[in-house]
């Protein structure tokens, strides 16, 4: 796992003369005026991860001081991972730097606490004039809750004020409302679970159909190597272009992963399509961060059949009018709560507030972690759909609760399956 971070030196003085006094006899001592936050972003060679298991938590903290609107310092106070650098060379340094360029006012990185980039001189002394530590549990991944939604969305409206904060940083408007009359703006955002080639192929297919002429169709891959085919991408990696092309979309269409994060920062009453995961218990992975953001609606790929591929035309076609007839109707107010779950989704947040109603409650709310209560299935790296199908069961969950859950589900939404009257999870409505 590469080089760990070295610690910071603790030292605990008598009286603010004495501290005053080891400031003094130090030879180095750099201050940085206004607000630093500090933050362990997890995974921080990606963007994605860097963002809403990093800075998003954090930035919170801001919200409930009511300091969101302020310019930050960025201080990364966690380590780069060795294996990650040296296949990803500059991957770290290229978000750090982004991380600075959201917060305002730069960044610093733990080794220039501590002189870890060089062991053998003394590091300067930094003296932040303010300085706000704490996250909280509201990370996107390892924070996930019975609720399954991102947190502080919709509790402390954090989502919005992130948007607000990253597009003022950045130096662009706020986005405007999502179009209500055609033509609508729509991304296809490459992900590569889909295969080489297979995303730009539906992109070409739906800019030729005839029937969708009232959709403006591009194709975007948020960090391109080399020009794509005839149907090359929107931009070329710049974090600000990615801003602007999101703020201009109407409809959002990408895979899961972190490939789909960006859409916290869509325009109010935007739509976003997950595509789904290609695996044989078909899910939608971090759906949470859809049903966390109150200000846009969330359309999920149709149920697959084992046989056919894993994107069509037609269904696509069918999403593109679905996202239409939301778009015409503008949002007024927020998203009902579950509105923006999948089927997976909703059966597991069933799954959890029936099994676990007693834990939740002790814990001190809905929103609380699932590993802070200390229940199955504790995510982690996982997500609902390897549980919720039943073909992957922990020993601690209940699979006949799983089960009656899924029947239910199928018996109140009977065309949503394969095939008529089956329900999604094939049951019929009967356990």
Known sequence: TGNPPPPLRWEEHNSLQELAEAIRLKEEVKTHHGISLAIHAVWHFNIGHAMFDGLYPNFLSLVQFARQDEPFRTIVINGREGPVENTLPGSYAHVEETLGVIGGLGHL??????????????????????????????????????????????????????????????????????????????????????????????????????????????????????????????????????????????????????????????????????????????????????????????????????????????????????????????????????????????????YCHLRHREQIAQAGGQLVPLREIGIPPYLGNHFPEEYVYGQSMQPQLTACLLKLLRASFDKRHPNLGIKKGLGWFGTSGEH
């Open 109 to 350: 990185l733990l080794r220039g606490f501590n002189g870890s980039a060089d062991r053998k001189a003394e590091a300067p002394l930094h003296r932040l004039e303010e300085a706000i530590i704490g996250r909280g549990l509201n990370g996107q991944k390892l924070d996930v809750n019975a609720n399954m939604s991102l947190g502080g969305c919709r509790l402390l409206d954090g989502c919005r004020a992130f948007r607000r904060h990253v597009f003022s940083s950045v130096g662009l408007p706020q986005p405007r409302p999502a179009r209500s009359k055609p033509p609508f703006r729509v991304i296809v955002v490459q992900n590569k679970r889909y295969g080489k080639g297979m995303l730009e192929k539906v992109t070409e297919e739906l800019q030729k159909d005839p029937g969708l002429s009232d959709f403006h169709v591009d194709f975007v891959n948020w960090s391109p190597n080399r020009p794509v085919g005839a149907n090359p991408s929107l931009q070329t990696g710049n974090f600000t272009r990615h801003m602007e092309i999101i703020a201009n979309t109407d409809i959002h269409i990408s895979g899961p992963g972190t490939g789909q994060m960006y859409q916290t920062f869509l325009p109010d009453g935007a739509v976003h399509v997950n595509l789904g995961d290609v695996s044989s218990g078909q899910g939608y992975m971090e759906e949470y961060m859809a049903e966390g953001s109150p200000y846009f609606r969330a359309l999920y790929y149709k149920r697959r059949r084992p046989s056919e591929p894993f994107l069509d035309r037609i269904s696509l076609h069918a999403l593109l009018n679905e996202a239409r007839g939301l778009l015409e109707h503008p949002l007024e107010g927020t998203t009902p709560i579950s509105s923006n779950l999948s089927p997976v989704g909703k059966v597991f947040k069933a």
